[in-house]
């Protein structure tokens, strides 16, 4: 069966380079979503929610969770911490700059 993957991602044309706010990964597991990112962007932090005490300290305290990381950031398993989503979208909205997620 073919994988296939969806992007959804926040991006504007800043001067001379190119903005993004955040990007979603959507895909059937196992597809290897994380995989291609780790592969594609080596660099990049990267933490799993798959860890029941970073799941708890995202869901009590995103905010400070987040304060944690270094940008961008690429967070695998979000959806075992989906109050994550809204201190994502805060901190997108409060610096309306490039805030790096990648989930």
């Known amino acids: 069966m073919e994988n296939r993957f969806r992007i ?9 380079r190119l903005q993004i706010n955040f990007a979603i990964s959507t895909a059937r597991n196992p597809s290897g979503k994380i995989s291609l990112l780790k592969h594609e962007f080596p660099e990049l932090p990267y933490v799993t929610l798959d860890v029941p005490l970073y799941a708890e300290e995202a869901a009590v305290a995103g905010d400070i969770f987040l304060k944690k990381f270094n ?3 690429v967070i695998d398993e979000i959806q075992y911490a989906p109050q994550l989503l809204r201190h994502i979208k805060v901190e997108i ?4 700059q490039t805030n790096g997620y990648i989930h």
């Open 8 to 16: 959804m991602t926040g991006i504007k044309l800043g001067k001379n």
């Open 71 to 73: 940008r961008p950031l």
């Open 93 to 96: 909205d409060k610096n309306r």
